[in-house]
């Protein structure tokens, strides 16, 4: 039975570390490629379980400080821009230090407010 090209448009950097792996076991990429058809056949269905991206370390820890309920609080110099109302404003926004920034709606000025925390 006569072969069939078989063609796949990848990127550089993708075929190379590949083609490293690849041949850490003695194998070409054409080899590997033909192995991944032929288990694919033999199992019905893709040789592996398909997965995203996993998380880093730092990713991990603020969904686990999550799942435990807590909140981070914003970096004490980072800006907020919001409308503002005095009488509204969140105790949270005043006790982290968040600089806010308000608009007056009627003359559509803004203005910086500094938190107080003293509220």
Do not use: Y
């Not at 269905?45 to 909140?71: C, H, I, S, V, W």
């Amino acid at each position: 039975m006569a072969n069939v090209t078989v063609q796949s448009r990848v990127k550089p950097e993708l075929k190379e570390k590949a083609e490293a792996v690849f041949s850490a076991v003695g194998l070409s990429t054409s080899d590997a490629i033909r192995m991944f058809l032929q288990q694919s056949v033999n199992m019905g269905g893709l040789p592996f379980r398909p997965t995203a991206k996993q998380p880093n370390a730092d990713t991990l820890e603020a969904m686990a400080e999550l799942a435990k309920g807590r909140r981070f609080a914003a970096p004490r110099n980072s800006i907020k821009t919001s409308a503002f109302n005095p009488c509204t404003a969140s105790r949270a926004h005043r006790s982290f230090g968040v600089m806010s920034v308000g608009v007056n709606t009627n003359t559509k000025t803004w203005r910086s407010l500094k938190p107080s925390m003293n509220s």
